[in-house]
């Protein structure tokens, strides 16, 4: 499976081709608008107030309504891209922003809107990952899903599924959201913004998945999560706690009724082991700042920078639908793998189901 996006945040369109799926998906428009929705600017006053309709075309690979197996083009027309004169930004470098590393690299600058490091590249990962979120799902049981799992320093103090999709954040414990509005909106007024964590999980994964060495399941996530802009940090299962752990307490112990934990994450050698698959993403905090700051301009000289516009004070509120996208498409990814070299195998045994009560929280 191939995926890739083309499009500028301030250009005519953005869109999207997803080559190497399977024919048979039955997939029309109106499949594309609760996750493109999930992921909106404007939907809440804590992201951007740009207000897209992202209205999903789709342009090859499908015939009357299912996958024909030819490469899958989407495209969706940007609607609310405002033009204005980009001559001041086009001349100046934001600290921390990627437009002095893409002007380093191509010596070439397109000012419209971040262009192609801008967050609404993203849409067209959810787009595509429709598909294969329906793929996973209809073939082989598998669920993905996540949440917000910081915002700042602030962390989830409980965990009920059923509350994720019911407030702006992805948060997963209803009794903090106030808190959390009161936070963003003196964020908001402040100037300022602020990094965030994202766990996404896939719920029944067979074991299997992943190549041992060079295409492991966890290196493609990483790879995967790392290419979302402003994403400094992936940690599988335990992550980087795992390194003030005991391999005595690292190991999940297996039983003929399941693991009794799951600090790997669901992925052992680079390859699924059955559990929940479980992955946490770092945003860092966005760099597109009111608050003045020193900056260079084209010819080198120190300038004071403040960014106006409709951004986002805490990119990875919104992010939650983001990596969930990158997660479906890799798994989608492996299974098409998996199947292509292993299919002859069949199941092993002994096989154990799944974890018995260790889920992410
Ligand atoms: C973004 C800045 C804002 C956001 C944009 C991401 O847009 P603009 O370029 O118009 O200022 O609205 O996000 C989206 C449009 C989107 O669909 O995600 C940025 O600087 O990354």
Redesign the pocket.
């Known amino acids: 499976l191939r995926v890739t996006t083309f499009g500028e945040?301030?250009g005519p369109a953005i869109g999207c081709v997803l080559d190497g799926c399977p024919p048979g998906i039955a997939i029309a428009p109106e499949d594309f608008v609760h996750d493109l929705a999930r992921?909106?600017?404007?939907t809440s006053r804590h992201?951007?107030?740009?207000h897209?309709a992202?209205e999903v075309e789709i342009l090859s690979g499908v015939y009357e309504g299912v996958t024909t197996g030819t490469p899958i083009a989407l495209l969706i027309r940007?609607t609310?891209?405002?033009s204005k004169d980009y001559s001041k930004i086009a001349a100046q470098f934001r600290p921390g922003h990627a437009d002095y590393t893409y002007w380093q690299k191509y010596g070439i600058r397109d000012p419209?809107?971040?262009g192609r490091?801008?967050?609404?590249?993203?849409?067209m990962r959810v787009a595509a990952a429709v598909i294969a979120k329906k793929w996973l799902a209809d073939r082989h049981g598998v669920r993905v899903y996540g949440w917000l799992s910081q915002l700042g320093e602030i962390a989830p103090q409980g965990f009920d599924a059923s509350v994720i999709e019911a407030n702006p954040f992805f948060w997963p414990h209803a009794a903090q959201v106030d808190a959390l509005e009161t936070y963003m909106d003196a964020l908001r007024k402040s100037g300022d913004s602020v990094g965030a964590r994202v766990t996404v999980v896939a719920d029944g994964v067979p074991p299997g998945w992943g190549e041992p060495v060079y295409g492991k399941l966890d290196g493609d996530l990483a790879a995967a999560m790392m290419s979302i802009?402003?994403v400094k940090g992936v940690e599988i299962g335990d992550g980087f706690a795992s390194v003030a752990q005991k391999g005595s307490v690292h190991r999940d112990v297996m039983t003929p009724d399941g693991f009794l934990s799951n600090h790997a994450g669901g992925i052992l050698g680079g390859i699924s082991s059955g559990q929940q698959v479980v992955v946490s993403v770092a945003f860092k905090p966005?760099s597109?700042l009111r608050l003045p700051v020193d900056g260079l301009d084209a010819d080198g000289n120190v300038v004071d920078i403040v960014t106006t516009?409709?951004?986002?004070p805490c990119?990875g509120i919104?992010a939650t639908p983001i990596c969930e996208a990158m997660l479906a498409l890799v798994l989608m990814d492996q299974a098409l793998r998996h199947r292509a070299q292993c299919s002859d195998v069949g199941d092993v045994s002994p096989r154990i189901p799944g974890s018995i009560t260790t889920d992410a929280k």
Do not use: I, L, Y
């Not at 992201?47 to 740009?50: A, E, I, K, L, P």
């Not at 516009?309 to 986002?312: M, Q």
């Open positions: 945040s301030h992921r909106a600017t404007g992201t951007s107030q740009r897209e992202d940007n609310d891209q405002r419209r809107g971040g490091s801008s967050a609404r590249e993203t849409t802009n402003a966005t597109s516009g409709r951004h986002d990119v919104r």
